[in-house]
């Protein structure tokens, strides 16, 4: 019995050697460097962020922060929660986005369709193009809000957004046509399903044979801090992104959609004096379908997302504390400014 007792004990000593100990440190210290290796891979953008001080606002910005806070007000609120259970309220979302874009100057067009017993509806805004009719731009926010929140971040700020650049682009002339599209359902419990408004319309889309080559879609872009380690991240980001939640972000897949990637933050970073980050990462990764850009990849369309990182930044997200007053509306308008350029760019590829 002792001498079985000193055999396995000197076998259990053999095993967890110094030479083990190396061996694994090696594998652990090998397997670190491939996930940054990998990380700056992804993360890898063309152009350099903005580093330092932001500008003053030009005139034309004051007067476009004014447009975005009456907007994201109007929403968040007096109109408030919007979404299935408050129908009536998303009702009243629509019409204020069908009248804001009619006084823009556009017609407008409606995409209805049926869901637990009620209409919903899709809102387009076309300008078709001059040169290439045919080859369509897309920029998109959803107006629906999570249940028990009024949504001003998430998403009155992609609204907002998305409103003022049509405004923008109205009266100019564009060579591929634009499309301004407003998406309901969003939100859970249709998210992710094929009763969620961008679902439908992308759907319809690739049905019709458009020539979708560029979609944007705007997705929680108004909370911005300078506090340091306010940004979060899934892991392994963290390692190769700041951690200050100062910066406007840029996503894609791995799929047709980098291209469509490093071209808009090529643009966005030669145009706006706004700190930016970019990455074109797997689908497995927590968050990076977080939004309507999910629906036209799964019809094979180029789409990204831009976004503040909602709940890796924003500690009011999907909560009654997301109000009108946590945007930061400097900042937002420009942003909206510097998504202005990457559209004209985008265009005149």
Excluded at 204 to 212: L, P, Q
Aim: proline share 5%; net charge neutral.
């Amino acid at each position: 019995m002792t001498k079985q007792s000193n055999s396995s004990s000197k076998f259990r000593i053999k095993i967890i050697t110094c030479n083990a100990i190396i061996r694994l440190a090696v594998l652990f210290s090998v397997l670190t460097v491939l996930c940054i290796w990998g990380c700056h891979s992804m993360t890898e953008m063309p152009g350099k962020s903005h580093v330092g001080q932001l500008p003053a606002l030009t005139e034309a910005q004051i007067l476009l922060r004014g447009e975005l806070a009456r907007d994201v007000k109007k929403l968040a609120d007096e109109i408030g929660q919007r979404n299935f259970l408050h129908y009536k309220e998303l009702t009243a979302a629509r019409n204020f986005i069908e009248t804001s874009l009619t006084k823009a100057g556009y017609k407008t067009h409606r995409q209805e369709y049926e869901a637990e017993g009620q209409t919903f509806c899709n809102i387009e805004a076309e300008k078709t193009g001059t040169k290439y009719p045919e080859q369509i731009i897309i920029v998109g926010a959803h107006y629906d809000s999570a249940y028990g929140t009024a949504g001003a971040n998430d998403n009155a700020s992609g609204v907002a957004a998305t409103l003022a650049l049509a405004r923008y682009f109205a009266d100019k002339e564009s060579a591929r046509t634009l499309r301004f599209v407003l998406f309901v359902n969003e939100e859970p419990p249709f998210y992710h399903t094929d009763q969620m408004g961008s679902a439908v319309y992308a759907k319809s889309c690739r049905t019709k044979s458009d020539n979708i080559i560029a979609m944007l879609s705007l997705e929680t872009i108004g909370y911005y801090t300078d506090k340091p380690n306010s940004q979060s991240y899934p892991f392994p980001f963290s390692l190769v992104y700041p951690s200050t939640g100062n910066f406007i972000s840029f996503l894609s897949n791995f799929g047709p959609s980098r291209q469509l990637l490093y071209s808009t933050i090529t643009s966005f970073r030669k145009n706006c004096m706004f700190p930016s980050e970019g990455g074109a990462i797997p689908e497995v990764i927590t968050g990076v379908n977080w939004s309507d850009h999910w629906s036209f990849w799964q019809q094979g369309y180029p789409a990204i997302m831009i976004t503040d990182t909602a709940p890796f930044r924003y500690p009011y997200y999907h909560s009654p504390g997301d109000t009108f007053d946590k945007i930061d509306y400097d900042r937002l308008a420009r942003l909206v400014t510097g998504l202005g350029h990457v559209i004209i760019d985008l265009d005149q590829l």
